[in-house]
Every structure is written in C-alpha cells, then in structure tokens.
T-cell receptor
Framework: NAGVTQTPKFRVLKTGQSMTLLCAQD?????MYWYRQDPGMGLRLIHY???????AKGEVPDGYNVSRLKKQNFLLGLESAAPSQTSVYFC???????????FGDGTRLSIL | ELKVEQNPLFLSMQEGKNYTIYCNYS?????LYWYRQDPGKSLESLFV???NGAVKQEGRLMASLDTKARLSTLHITAAVHDLSATYFC????????????WGAGTKLIIKP
C-alpha cells in the first residue's frame, strides 16, 4: 500500500520557471492538502481540497495554483517561481476532516 | 487569529529520563493532533485529541488535552534513543473545518 506519493522528490528551478508537483493517494481519501515547511516554522497550508473538482485557499496561497481533476490526485503548480518559494512541500490526505492526515515524503524545491 | 506555541523548541535529554513538551494555543479549538518527524522524512501521526480531558498513550508517549487552559502536553516516560525526532502539535482552526495551525516543532535529542 503506497499511501501518499509525491513526485518529484527534488527539483531545482530558476526564477521565473514554472513547474507542477504531483500528489497521488490510494486510500480513497476525500480530503487532500498541500503544505510548505520552512526551517524553524511549522507547516503552513497552501491549498486544500475537500473532494474531486473542489479546491480552496489555505494560509499562504499566493503564487500557487492547484487542481483536483481526479479524486486520487492533487496537483500544485508554480506559474513563475520565486526564491521565496524555496521550501519543502508536503502533500497530505485524510478520510474526514477530524481524522489524522497522512503525509507524503515531501518535495525539496530550490529556486535560484 | 489562532496561534500555536510549542515549548521547548529544542530539548536534549538522557535516556531513562522523563520530560514533557507543551503546546499552547490562543483561541478555542475542538481538535488537536501530535505528529512526529524524523530528519529528512515525512510526518507520522501520533495522537488525535478531540475533547477536553482526552488522554491517549502509545508506548512511552502520552498526550493530553485541556481545552479550558488551551494546552496540550506530550509526556515522554523513560526516554529511549529511538524517540529522537521533531514533534509537532497542530490545532484545528476555529474558522475552518479543514485547516490546521501548526506549532514550530520541538526537536528532541535523546542521548544514549
């Protein structure tokens, strides 16, 4: 059982480039989340989805877009990468809003 | 605005000792979570606390929640080296059923 799978695991971008991070879960969870983790800080929610075809803004949505065309996939896009977006990005999913979130292994993104 | 504070942020202790990590939050919430993260790894759910007075235990870890004091504790009994990790608390936002506000994490090092 793979759980939550994130691709890629590492990426280096130049300022202004675009990219998409993919998150896939095989647990039939309704809720999916994208977080960023920066040194010395807790996780911050970027966007989330409560079901296929739905997305909503979290705490720090600026500069990011998301899509959830299929229940098992949640994509995070950076249209024009900035150095401030250098971070570790985690995807998570949960069955219900009160239940614990299951996390992927993270994507380490550096923007030069 | 909900704020979550953990203390201490760093803790170095000897095997066999007991210690407590504290998680304070600023506004009313009905759900609190504890997670563990090993260096460079994903986050693992430890405990879900959904009511005042809730206490949960797993091995040498015990978590409790006092919603009136807006305080959760994670108690470590007779620490062992394998418990070395960073521990996060996350509190459900009163403004959203889906958003968690995370503490900055407590880095715990247990020396043999």
């Amino acid at each position: 059982n793979a759980g939550v799978t994130q691709t890629p695991k590492f990426r280096v971008l130049k300022t202004g480039q675009s990219m998409t991070l993919l998150c896939a879960q095989d647990m039939n969870h309704e809720y999916m989340y994208w977080y960023r983790q920066d040194p010395g800080m807790g996780l911050r929610l970027i966007h989330y989805s409560v079901g296929e075809g739905t997305t909503a803004k979290g705490e720090v949505p600026d500069g990011y877009n998301v899509s959830r065309l299929k229940k098992q996939n949640f994509l995070l896009g950076l249209e024009s990468a900035a150095p401030s977006q250098t971070s570790v990005y985690f995807c998570a999913s949960s069955y219900r809003e009160n239940q614990p979130q299951h996390f992927g292994d993270g994507t380490r993104l550096s923007i030069l | 605005e909900l704020k979550v504070e953990q203390n201490p942020l760093f803790l170095s202790m000897q095997e066999g000792k007991n210690y407590t990590i504290y998680c304070n939050y600023s506004t009313t919430s009905d759900r609190l979570y504890w997670y563990r993260q090993d260096p460079g790894k994903s986050l693992e759910s430890l405990f879900v606390l959904l009511s005042n007075g809730a206490v949960k235990q797993e091995g040498r870890l015990m978590a409790s929640l006092d919603t009136k004091a807006r305080l959760s504790t994670l108690h470590i009994t007779a620490a062992v080296h394998d418990l070395s990790a960073t521990y996060f608390c996350a509190v459900g936002s009163p403004d959203s059923n889906y958003q968690l506000i995370w503490g900055a994490g407590t880095k715990l090092i247990i020396k043999p």
